[in-house]
């Protein structure tokens, strides 16, 4: 059991690292690295400056990238609030490909 909590823990933070990765390179935050972004730091109007533009543009790279639509535009704003939050909504959404928590299940 402890090595499932482990596995767990550490494919979460995999999936946080991805996503920072892909927000990077796909809005092209010139200056910034993954590593600078913490997983709790609001995504809009917070320390990278994104607006509503490029959270759209960072919904579109996660549904190419993880093979889902968000659908809702509420579930969409509380997924997007921080990295984390995305996270979680990506390791829960029954339908995401190429991800090790949804292709257990």
């Known amino acids: 059991m402890y090595n499932d909590a482990v596995s767990t823990t550490d494919s979460s933070a995999r999936l946080r690292q991805d996503l920072k ?11 910034v690295t993954p590593d600078a972004i ?3 730091d ?5 320390p990278l400056g994104l607006d509503s533009i490029d ?7 996660v ?3 993880y093979g889902f639509k968000i ?10 609030r921080t990295i984390a939050a995305l996270a979680e ?17």
């Open 21 to 31: 990765e892909l927000l990077v390179e796909r809005l092209r935050l010139h200056g």
């Open 42 to 46: 609001p995504l809009v109007r917070g």
């Open 89 to 105: 909504f990506v390791r829960k959404s029954p339908c995401a490909s190429g991800n090790p928590d949804t292709q257990d299940a």
């Open 55 to 61: 959270i759209l543009e960072l919904a579109l790279a």
């Open 71 to 80: 659908a809702d535009e509420q579930l969409g704003q509380e997924a997007f």
């Open 63 to 65: 549904e190419e990238v």
């Open 38 to 40: 913490g997983d709790e």
